[in-house]
């Protein structure tokens, strides 16, 4: 299930994320909209310019999302067995959520940014015309270090964003639970517009994560991921923190709405 999620998410989407990248961590697109960015690749690049950096995401989008899920569960069971009632005792106001999807977020936010930081590196280079060589030989603390490159953001965005989504997943499902168990319409809604509102959370993050692993980086050296925030927010304010959102969300939409609908099918499939 999480590897049909995986695989199909960046085939649908690939060309809404590489215009979000360049206009987050290019200077030259820092001032144009989403239309021009993507006018500008396909005059230059053609398509095959729109679908850069896909190749490490296929690589490892399937594994990415198959240990999201596998950490969330695995989070989950162990927060329901061990007897502790602040894990398991429903949270005040909150419809009977117990804190476990939070303690289930984080773990698959951790899950996440352990497969996906280098390979998301990898694209983020491709998308801005960087390179993803090694300056520091083969193996080495050094290269380790070299190629999680943005992992403090990727997990900063990832915990805002999962904890959101898993959040309004469990919301809606108690709000509408006969909506929700439909195999596609409800997986539809969970990937589609749960998981937009929670990028739309965490996407200053996503912006600082752009910038730190794109070809520019050197730009934000030594910086840490607050520093990098209000630097952005001070010269840009809100239009900069939320740079790129129009494909990101577009993109968002689109790949987690068809990923998210593929996912419930299959686990609906393999309960029956």
């Known amino acids: 299930s999480g590897m049909a999620y995986g695989l199909l998410s960046p085939m649908a989407s690939q060309p809404f994320d590489t215009i979000k990248t360049k206009m987050q961590a290019e200077v030259k697109f820092s001032n144009q909209g989403g239309f021009s960015v993507g006018k500008h690749v396909l005059q230059t690049e053609g398509l095959r310019g729109l679908y850069r950096g896909m190749v490490p995401i296929l690589l490892s989008t399937g594994a990415q999302k198959s240990a999201l899920f596998a950490g969330y569960a695995g989070a989950r069971r162990w927060c329901d067995q061990s007897g502790l009632s602040v894990l398991t005792d429903p949270i005040p106001l909150m419809n009977g959520m117990s ?152 993109r968002s939409f689109v790949a987690n709405g068809v990923g998210m609908a593929v996912y419930q099918l299959t686990q609906s499939m393999r309960t029956d």
């Not at 352990?114 to 993803?132: D, H, I, M, N, Y």
């Not at 965005?157 to 997943?169: A, D, E, H, I, P």
């Not at 520019?216 to 520093?227: C, D, F, I, R, V």
């Not at 809100?238 to 969300?249: E, I, Q, S, T, V």
Request: net charge positive.
């Open 99 to 250: 804190a476990s999807i939070l303690v289930a977020s984080v773990a698959s936010s951790v899950a996440r940014t352990v497969v996906e930081t280098p390979f998301e590196l990898a694209k983020v280079r491709s998308q801005t015309g960087g390179s993803f060589r090694s300056s520091s030989g083969l193996i080495s603390l050094a290269q380790l270090k070299e190629v999680y490159t943005g992992a403090g953001a990727t997990f900063g965005r990832s915990t805002m964003m999962l904890t959101s989504f898993f959040v309004l997943c469990d919301q809606t499902e108690r709000a509408v639970p006969e909506l929700m168990s439909r195999p596609i319409l409800g997986g539809f809604i969970k990937g589609g517009l749960c998981a937009t509102v929670a990028w739309g959370i965490a996407w200053p993050v996503e912006v600082v994560k752009s910038k730190v692993q794109g070809s520019e980086a050197h730009l934000y050296k030594g910086k840490s991921t607050m520093q990098i925030l209000q630097q952005t927010a001070q010269k840009e304010g809100m239009k900069g923190l939320y740079r790129g959102f129009a494909p990101g969300a577009a």
